[in-house]
């Protein structure tokens, strides 16, 4: 089981309390009925699917419910880092040391 | 005492014999025998028959990774369990046992007819044999694979024991109490730290217990063995006998699994069977040693045949003979000393033979002493015997040219195919294997996880050098926990240490394809079987693995994986490390459901949520239905009825006079704040700014794709408070996805949502004498057409309790929801229950609820939708603000195949021609005479006999539907064709006029 940072309550927690909540940093338009089919399409349904470094949502849904951001090894499932929404996407190549 | 047990050895106490029966009969053995031990102290080697061929069989280890020797274990009632491995069930006095995968008899069997039809069996059996002719299925297959399938028998009766679950933190967890895990907890032991010894059998020591003839550090192993623990314990290390860990899981977490009571004769009160360990440890020693391999020769199976290893450990731990004139069959040098372990203990050892052509002078030399034939450079070929190994065929081997066997007459035949690091749980955190050519076996190299691994897990042989290993490996551990040490250093006398060569299968002069050369024994897969997998086909081992079944049993291929890799890559001409091998999961040994589920059982397994006045609707005789989580009453029956009987009954109250229904597990969340409009704009299809306080809306949620998530009716209580309700299944969902928008992409929006589900009890009246009944309860507000219409809502007093009443109708009739804090549920219900009586108050239950919303139309998502339908294919786009900027679902909607709108399912009313009652979940076509398969174009979402109608009627998504009201469309069934005419959603009363408070009504 996984132990995973809340940045808001800033304790290292079981799996158990969280929740996955698909890939970070997918912005919803500000304007939607602008949006083309083809963007739409992008914001609605395109999702990378990486093996390694990936960038993902998570809720604290039985602690204090907060949406956060992580950088997670899809195929270690290990945790680089998690931030609060709306940080900015931090840069791999700080957790990669001298390999990245 | 039995024939087999030798005086003077082993660690079981012969002066406490032990009864136990093995299928009706009772042998006798010590205090300390496992069953496999004890049967073979009386010269029992047939324990089973095996799973596909019903081949005899007997243990072929001496652990937990015995494939072959599995039994029924019973104690009484509901205590019995299939496939225990004799190899690790002590006996206790009146210990049951019984053998498996046998009829009518062990030694007389009729599935071994199996046996004789090998051909059918080989390598795809299940792809193959089964196809054809299609007519053999429901006679001959169907009910040959379900007799077949599975091994041992279930039991039937609930299982009386109790199973407990716990947590552990320690600094350092090590697994497996052989010489490796013993020096690292020495190493560590005594430095302030937490430190966690487990092992999985009865005793620590491991290969110790099989080696008595070492001295460490000039000590007899022993002694030393017993003074080491009783030091350890001394120290602070907490030592777990009989305790697997079963699985390596993320960030240093260890399943294990206590047996506490199975090896027990009487069972204490109050203790579980079992307990599961969930262990998080900073870091991990994994000491599990090797695993001996078989030699895959032609009738390596056959009842007598062991490996050597084990050979040695029921000697030496045990004090048994597992015969009195081995053979010996090897390509490593271990097996040599069993082989004088068992001529010293008084067997006859009849010959040692060696695949390899040169064997080490002293290995010779002390065969030579013993005046044991020796024969190097040979093979084996065959076995002989009917349910007991009698003989052994070798044949000398020159060049690669197999020359003409001879046979040895022998009582067992001991066999070594060298060792394999028990890699399970390394493998288990995703650590990466690196192949060793010259072991020619895969290795522990990098693990994501704070784990090293120690002695023979990484391919050390040898107690002295693997207790030293265990020293070393636990000062890395020790420098990660900050507290460096040196490791202390161990020398052992009359170490064995040794090597060999591994095979694939052995040369043979027999055709290869009659051989049966069993590399996985329990799912009974053969040399030839792997062969013939890649021949048709197969590349990748994962898929050689799926095609044969190797390494697919119980067992997981602790004995077959290696060998089964070995024989599969000669056979596609490629190295190991480039065919790879199969991925090893969790469990490591079979694990009862009961340690799995733990407390989680009976009442436990899930929670049931119940409403305040649950306990009113049971002592009401409501029957219930489960509805997510909740405990719903489902229907009232009155002496003797049948649902639909009640459920008539029910409704046709309701719409005469008044219905009462417990509605309080429907979701409720308090939208609160400044932008708390806005917000529902935002979220919900409809439009919310004009909504005055104190009325009422159904909202329609959907997801940005479009399609429809959930509704409910939403009251504004004031400016800035929404009471919002959700279906009952989809509270959670529903807040998930508006904190989702809320924090994440309108964070600017000031604006506070609450799940009050369980905060109000909520208690439905409908009917035309509701407002009559509720009236004179009602304080704040009259409740007539004028001064509290349909969809209004207020906080007012209702009974004396503080309430939020609301005028709504899930029914059609004149409807009121009141809304009171949870614990006056109850009270309130009762109240209005007894004012009720002079209007004939009926209580309903979610059936009739069902009934009535269907005769009028009105949906349920989740029955009605299913996640791909649209307001509009509901005709329902007059829940849609168009006039709004956005909402959730707004931009979905425009994707172009939505728009299109005649292609649609639409969701519509049918009814029957020959007024029958449609099945729920029925496809519908257009026109029945067409060739199969037919072109389905939609199906039957609800459908109810009603009596308010006087004939069945249903719902349904039928392509086009909007667009062909009064078509016939047709329902195929297995016995008929049902045909049906499209009509609107709205059965009842389509003006709404029974929704209005007429003036005397109130
Ligand atoms: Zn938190």
């Not at chain 2, 009738?299 to 062991?306: E, F, L, S, T």
Request: with cysteine; charged share 25%.
């Amino acid at each position: 089981m996984l132990l995973i940072h809340c940045p808001y309550c800033e304790e290292t927690l079981p799996e158990a309390e969280f929740a996955y909540a698909g890939q970070a940093h997918v912005i919803r338009p500000e304007n939607p009925s602008g949006e083309t089919d083809e963007q739409w399409e992008e914001f609605l349904f395109i999702r990378e699917n990486p093996k390694g470094p990936h960038y993902e949502r998570w809720r604290h849904i039985h602690g204090c419910g907060r949406f956060f951001n992580a950088l997670r090894d899809t195929v270690s499932d290990r945790f680089y880092t998690t931030y609060k929404a709306g940080e900015p996407r931090p840069d791999l190549s700080d957790f990669l040391g001298d390999d990245a | 005492m039995s024939t087999y047990r030798v005086t003077g050895k082993g660690r079981v106490d012969t002066s406490r014999a032990v009864n136990f029966t093995f299928d009706g009969k009772t042998y006798t053995g010590a205090a300390g025998d496992t069953v496999a031990s004890a049967l073979l102290a009386n010269g029992v080697h047939l324990m089973g028959r095996s799973f596909k061929y019903h081949r005899p069989r007997g243990a072929i280890a001496a652990g937990s990774e015995e494939p072959n020797a599995l039994i029924g274990t019973r104690r009484g009632a509901g205590r019995f369990e299939p496939n225990t491995r004799a190899t690790v069930q002590e006996i206790w006095p009146g210990l049951e046992t019984t053998s498996q995968n046998k009829f009518p008899s062990l030694k007389w069997d009729v599935g071994a007819v199996n046996d004789a039809a090998y051909m059918l069996f080989s390598a795809g059996f299940y792809y193959k044999t089964f196809m054809w002719p299609k007519s053999f299925w429901d006679k001959v297959y169907e009910p040959f694979i379900r007799a077949a399938a599975g091994l041992g028998v279930s039991p039937t009766e609930n299982d009386p024991d109790t199973y407990a679950s716990r947590y552990l933190h320690c600094d350092i967890l090590i697994v497996g109490a052989g010489p490796a895990g013993l020096a690292a907890a020495r190493t560590a032991a005594g430095k302030g730290l937490s430190v966690v010894v487990v092992d999985e059998n009865a005793e620590m020591g491991g290969s110790i217990l099989s080696e008595p003839q070492a001295t460490i550090n000039g000590t007899p192993a022993w002694d030393w063995l017993k003074s080491e623990l009783a030091d350890l314990k001394a120290a602070g290390v907490k030592l777990m006998t009989r305790t697997t860990a079963i699985g390596y899981y993320h960030e240093n977490m260890i399943g294990m699994v206590e047996k506490l009571t199975d090896h027990l004769t009487d069972l204490p009160k109050d203790t579980p069977r079992e307990r599961m360990w969930r262990v998080r440890a900073k870091q991990v020693v994994l000491a599990q040693g090797a695993l001996e391999k078989p030699l895959v020769f032609h009738g390596n199976d056959r009842p007598g045949v062991m490996l050597a290893g084990s050979a040695q450990t029921y000697l030496n731990r045990y004090g048994v003979l597992v015969g009195k004139r081995p053979a010996v069959i090897t390509s490593h040098d271990s097996a040599w000393f069993s082989a004088f372990d068992m001529q010293d203990a008084g067997a006859k050892v009849q010959a040692i033979v060696d695949t390899r052509h040169n064997v080490r002078d002293d290995l010779l030399a002390m065969a030579r002493e013993r005046g044991i034939t020796v024969k190097t450079g040979h093979t084996a070929t065959a076995t002989a015997g009917r349910l007991r190994v009698s003989k052994l065929r070798v044949n000398p081997v020159n060049s690669g040219t197999v020359g003409a066997g001879e046979w040895i007459g022998c009582d067992c035949v001991l066999m070594s195919g060298g060792w394999t690091p028990s890699l399970h749980l390394f493998s288990h955190t995703k650590g990466k294997l690196t192949w060793d050519e010259d072991m020619t076996t895969f290795l522990p190299d990098e693990t994501p996880e704070d784990c090293v691994i120690a002695g023979a897990g990484r391919g050390l042989w040898g107690i002295e050098a693997v207790l030293n290993d265990g020293a070393t490996r636990a000062t890395e551990v020790l420098e990660a926990l900050s507290a460096a040490t040196d490791a202390p250093t161990f020398t052992v006398g009359e170490d064995r240490t040794g090597s060999g060569i591994t095979m694939r299968e052995l040369p043979t002069d027999r055709s290869p394809g009659k051989a049966k050369a069993f590399v996985d024994y329990q799912n009974d897969v053969t040399a030839k079987d792997l062969r013939l997998a890649v021949r048709e086909g197969m590349r990748s081992i994962e898929h050689v693995k799926r095609y044969t079944t190797n390494g697919m049993a119980t067992d997981q291929g602790k004995m077959s994986n290696i060998n089964g890799l070995n024989i599969a890559s000669d056979a596609l001409g490629k190295r190991q490390p480039e065919v790879g091998l199969t991925t090893f999961r969790p469990p490591y040994t079979p694990t009862t459901f009961g340690a799995f589920a733990g407390y989680h059982r009976g009442d436990h397994f899930e929670v049931t949520r119940k409403t305040q006045i649950d306990p009113w609707a049971e002592a009401n005789g409501a029957v219930f239905e489960p509805v997510g989580q909740w405990r719903r009453a489902w229907y009232f029956p009155k002496g003797g009825e049948t649902m639909d009987q009640a459920v008539s009954r029910e409704c046709a109250a309701t719409r005469n006079s008044v219905g009462i229904f417990d509605a309080s597990t429907l979701g409720k969340i308090e939208v609160v704040g400044p932008d708390a409009v806005e917000f529902m704009n935002r979220m919900y299809t409809n439009p919310w700014t004009k909504l005055a306080p104190g009325r009422c809306r159904y909202g329609l949620l959907l997801g940005d794709d479009g399609f429809i998530r959930d509704d409910g009716v939403i009251g504004r209580l004031s400016q800035d408070r929404f009471h919002v309700t959700t279906t009952t299944g989809g509270a959670a969902r529903v807040l998930n996805m508006m904190e989702d928008y809320l924090q994440t992409e309108w964070p600017d929006l000031n604006v506070w949502l609450t799940s009050t589900t369980e905060q109000w009890s909520t208690i439905a009246l409908n009917g035309p004498n509701a407002a009559k009944l509720l009236a004179p309860f009602v304080e704040g507000v009259e409740l007539t057409e004028a001064t509290f219409p349909h969809m209004s809502c207020v906080e007012c007093t209702v009974a004396g309790f503080p309430a939020r009443l609301f005028r709504v109708s899930f029914t059609g009739e004149i409807g009121f929801e009141v809304n009171v804090p949870a614990p006056h549920g109850r009270a309130l219900w009762e109240k209005l229950w007894e004012a009720g009586q002079q209007y004939g108050i009926t209580a309903y239950g979610t059936e009739t609820m069902h009934v009535l919303r269907a005769e009028k139309g009105y949906i349920i998502v989740g029955q009605d939708t299913d996640g791909t339908v649209t307001p509009y294919d509901c005709d329902m786009g007059w829940a849609i603000g168009k006039a709004k900027p956005d909402f959730v679902g707004k931009r979905g909607l425009a994707r172009p195949d939505l728009m299109d709108h005649s292609n649609r399912k639409h969701l519509v009313g049918l009814l029957t021609d020959d007024n029958s009652k449609l099945e729920e979940g029925a496809q519908i076509v257009f026109d029945p005479n067409q060739p199969l398969p037919m072109t389905m174009v939609g199906h039957v979402t609800s459908s109810y006999d009603t009596g308010t109608m006087g004939r069945p009627i249903a719902l349904a998504l039928v392509k086009g539907g909007l667009e062909k009201m009064g078509d016939t469309v047709y329902i195929p069934m297995p016995d008929r064709t049902i045909s049906a005419k499209i009509t609107g959603t709205v059965f009842l009363d389509p003006e709404n006029s029974r929704l209005k408070i007429k003036e005397g009504d109130a």
